[in-house]
């Protein structure tokens, strides 16, 4: 998360933030604007693993 964008007036209990989307070395790749129930938002301490892909299909290649 970048920031929440505090010139907006959400519902209560919802907030409009800035994020960036990251690819699967962590790295941004596009910025995004998202509108949150603030109860669902989670804190990540470090990027969740990642599984393996189901058997018969190949996983996506980086860019």
Known sequence: MIRELTDRHPYH?????????????GTAVAKRELF?????????????????????RTAPRDR
């Open 36 to 56: 949150v129930l603030l109860d669902g938002v989670r804190w990540l301490s470090r990027a969740p693993a990642r599984r393996a892909a189901p058997p018969g």
């Open 13 to 25: 209990g919802w907030s409009w933030i800035e994020a960036y989307e990251l690819d699967a070395r």
